[in-house]
């Protein structure tokens, strides 16, 4: 089946966007969830974060190989192959009976993402121009966030009135549709002049994500191994070092760092790293509040969580329009403040709140998040040239799947050491999750410290702020010049 040249990368694009839908369904059907999986499993919700931080660790270690795997072997063998995993992985999930054998299957359902979803962008970024790329990434990201405001209520049904197993079974129709699509769709495009995989670079990434994930991981459970704790991380850190030193020595880097010379992206990794893990502790936070500490059922805990993600898509029409009239520095400053507040606002709400409070607080706190999403998303590119699309795309793939990971994994932490501070080791009170959501906002509160260093004509050629657009050069202040 043949598709014009001007009908393909949109069509291509509703495939990618279909499948950040089964990516962020699954996730966020997930958290309502979480209760009733701990009951099963015989375990703490808390120490069921390592369920859901694996799925972003695998995807963390994988995605920088997706770029090199596609040019090879082809992108429509690598992302309908990928569909397949992630799958069947997800058939494995359903099926577990224990806290390891459900961590095992989420982490073959990342290896299956970091190939999807990676290399579905890649494409999209490589046949969109610059002037078009706001409204190319508005247009993904909106059945994408159909995901989330789906997931809760549907996740919190599905818990309450039959089993959380057949959560996972609901990636099984959307999966065979994706492969079906893609066959169709995706050309088998591959470069034979690749270079030879840096397999070293792949161990020092993939080494430093899974030590410090874990680390991180380790901290949140209760009673912790704290020199084990402190190893893990430190290590991490050490290798994370040398792989930034490999891919400065190597001639074909799997990792390359050099995107991060330009002042946008650089902001993009560094203040944005910050923002997503404030805000992605809160689809964690959120649902065990209403549950555990408001004693809701999961379906309604599913319906208040709800209003965030209606605020995500109540947002998206005025995204661009905002951008083009205020900026990128200005809308990440003022929309950050508000970011702040509204996730500072979860750690004054109680059982006796009122409902209509609660879903006004949680709306407002969903336009917000979706508009410094899209903000840091586009600037990050704004700047970078073709050429370096690729490499670009890869770093920022991996950190950014780094950064849910990390979000779910402080929330925990959050939540343990207001335990700790309380100093009970009895049942999590509300007064718990309240000091979590405030340790967790200080993270929302140091991104904003980058933003500030922008230019106030930042981005000016995707924005359409400024007549006369700023190119980037390395010598503007950027964090990255500075790190």
Known sequence: ???????????????????????????????????????????????????????????????????????????????????????????????????????????????????????????VLRNTEKKDLMRAIAYLTWPALLAPVIGPPLGGFITTYANWRWIFFLNVPLGIIGILMAMILVPNDHSGARPKLDFAGFLLSGGACISLMYGLDLAARRNAPWLTVGAFIICGVVLGALTVRHSRRHPAPLLEFSALKIPTFAIMIWGGTLFRISIYGIPFLLPLMFQVGFGMSAFNSGLLVLAVFAGNVAMKPLTTPTIRWLGFRTTLLVNGVVVIAAVLVCAFLTPATPRWLIIAALFVGGLCRSMQFTCLNTIGFADVPKEKLSTANTLFSAVGQMNVGMGIAIGAIALQMAVLIRGDSGRIQVADFHLAFVLVTVFAILALYDCLRLDKHAGAVVSGHSPVPVSPTPTTATPASRR
Request: hydrophobic content about 55%; charged content about 10%.
């Open 1 to 123: 089946m043949e598709f014009s040249p001007k009908r393909r990368p949109a069509l291509i694009a509703m495939l990618v966007a279909g499948a950040y839908y089964m990516e962020n369904l699954d996730a966020t059907v997930i958290a309502t969830a979480l209760p009733q999986m701990a009951r099963s499993f015989h375990t703490s919700p808390i120490n069921l974060s390592a369920g859901m931080s694996s799925y972003m660790v695998a995807l963390a270690v994988f995605i920088p190989i997706s770029g090199w795997v596609a040019d090879r072997v082809g992108s429509r063998t690598v992302f309908s192959s990928a569909i397949g995993v992630f799958t069947a992985a997800s058939v494995l999930c359903a099926f577990s009976n224990s806290a390891s054998q459900f961590t095992a299957a989420r982490i073959l359902q990342g290896m299956g993402g970091a190939m999807m979803v990676p290399v579905g962008r890649l494409m």
